[in-house]
Nanobody, 125 residues
Framework: QVQLVESGGGLVQAGSSVTLYCTAS????????MGWFRQASGKEREFVAV????????DYALSVKGRFTISRDNAANTVYLQMNSLKPEETAVYHC??????????????????WGQGTQVTVSS
């Protein structure tokens, strides 16, 4: 029903910024809340940020509050994750995910039905 493709990852220096992109197929993008998760090597997948269907409500993991910004452009079927002041420990594969209903904000990956393939972000020290 929904296909998600992430892009924008790469190798960056600690303290720098990068923007990740998640583009969805279909015409129902605005029906879903969209989340970002990451999984570092040897660690569990963790919640990063989520945005509701309208972009009016967001939630962030405590570790990224004040540094990361999630946003969306429903006309472009795209959700963004602006990441500032990156730390080496934030090296991970970053995934976007979609959840219905779009009015709900969820932190658990089990609540998301659709996932992208992920994009690697490597932060060098």
């Amino acid at each position: 029903q929904v296909q998600l493709v992430e892009s924008g990852g790469g190798l960056v220096q600690a303290g720098s910024s990068v923007t990740l992109y998640c583009t969805a197929s279909g015409r129902s993008f605005s029906s879903y809340s969209m989340g970002w998760f990451r999984q570092a090597s040897g660690k569990e997948r963790e919640f990063v940020a989520v945005i509701d269907w309208s972009g009016g409500s967001t939630d962030y993991a405590l570790s990224v509050k004040g540094r990361f910004t999630i946003s969306r452009d429903n006309a472009a079927n795209t959700v963004y994750l602006q990441m500032n002041s990156l730390k080496p420990e934030e090296t991970a594969v970053y995934h976007c995910a979609a959840r219905y209903p779009g009015s709900r904000l969820a932190r658990s990956d089990a609540d998301y039905a659709y996932w992208g393939q992920g994009t690697q972000v490597t932060v060098s020290s």
